[in-house]
């Protein structure tokens, strides 16, 4: 008929699109129960570990068993917990806990409050501060053991860790028992200022007390020893044992570098250099720790010196 517009090419469909179905790979085929079972699972974060010598990643159970010493030797660092499980028989020992202190006595501030940055670190490692003591036997010898985590803000030496130590040394007195002491620290703590360098002083009194009392005193240096500690207690054993590799000093050597402008020789500050120069008397494996402090306590206690 005249004046009617004809459609061109196929008729138009007036009914309204199907919704296009989401697609979801060649799982969505699969029903809802066994698409949980195949998904991909979360892999933890800390199954594996790099080697910081080789790159190499490695199976953190396959570390773990192996006292945290990687195939090429390195010894990495380990939290206090696991040295005294590590150094005790059947990682079995009593722990003995520190003295409270006066908290941020100085109401420090370097960006972040002094007493965020403790909560913080308290939060990390579990521990109340640096030091952690414990009462055992080593190798068939009873001694008490303190310890000097570095993953508590560096290991500094401030007024709870001084007086960490002082219990440490004043336990061992009252069972009359050697102390072994594990160090491991860049120094003193700037933010309690002249109140963490006093520690010095305080421990070194309290290496005194065990001479008087006549107990061994022996100290095994850890990665990282420096700073205030070395200058004070972890220089006052009898015995000075290290694990291999181990940076042992009082300045860093970068920081010596740029002062006397010279490079250093290879090797300087680590345990074997030390113990070449007599400062550090036996570099000793992690694994063979137990049993070396075992014979010298023996030793030690079995000949008590006299008070010097």
């Known amino acids: 008929m005249a004046g009617m517009a004809r459609p061109r090419g196929k008729m138009a469909d007036k009914t309204p699109p199907k919704p296009q179905e989401k697609r979801g790979g060649w ?58 499980v590590y150094t005790f028989d059947d990682g079995e020992y009593e722990a003995i806990s520190s003295p409270d202190v006066v908290e941020d006595p100085l109401k420090f501030s370097d960006g972040k409050p002094y007493r965020e940055r403790l909560i913080a670190a308290r939060k990390a490692t579990g521990t109340k501060d640096a030091m ?27 007024m709870a860790a001084g007086e960490g130590f002082i219990a440490a040394a004043r336990a061992a007195i009252e069972r009359g028992v050697p102390l072994v002491c594990f160090t491991a620290a860049g120094g003193a703590r700037m933010q309690e200022g002249a109140l963490s360098l006093m520690q010095m002083a305080r421990t070194t009194l309290a290496v005194q007390e065990l001479k008087e009392a006549q107990l061994p005193y022996v100290v095994v240096l850890t990665d990282p020893t420096t700073g205030g500690v070395t200058a004070s207690y972890a220089m006052l054993g009898d015995i000075h044992l290290a694990e291999p590799g181990a940076l042992i000093g009082f300045a860093g050597p970068r920081v010596i570098e740029t002062t006397i402008r010279e490079k250093l020789p290879p090797g300087f500050q680590r345990s074997e250099y030390l113990q070449e120069k007599g400062m550090v008397d036996r570099v000793v494996a992690r694994a063979d720790l137990p049993e070396t402090l075992g014979k010298l306590l023996s030793m030690l206690m079995g000949g008590r010196r006299q008070a010097a």
């Open 27 to 84: 799982l969505s085929r699969f029903a809802p129960g066994v698409r949980k079972i195949v998904s991909r699972r979360e892999t933890p974060d800390n199954l594996w570990v790099k080697d910081p010598d080789s790159g190499e990643m490695l199976y953190r159970s396959d570390l773990e068993a192996a006292l945290w010493v990687t195939p090429s030797g390195r010894h990495m660092r380990i939290n206090a917990t696991q040295r005294l």
């Open 132 to 158: 952690s003591i414990g009462f055992g036997e080593i190798a068939g010898t009873p001694a008490v053991a303190v310890v000097q985590d570095f993953a508590f803000m560096g290991g500094s030496l401030g």
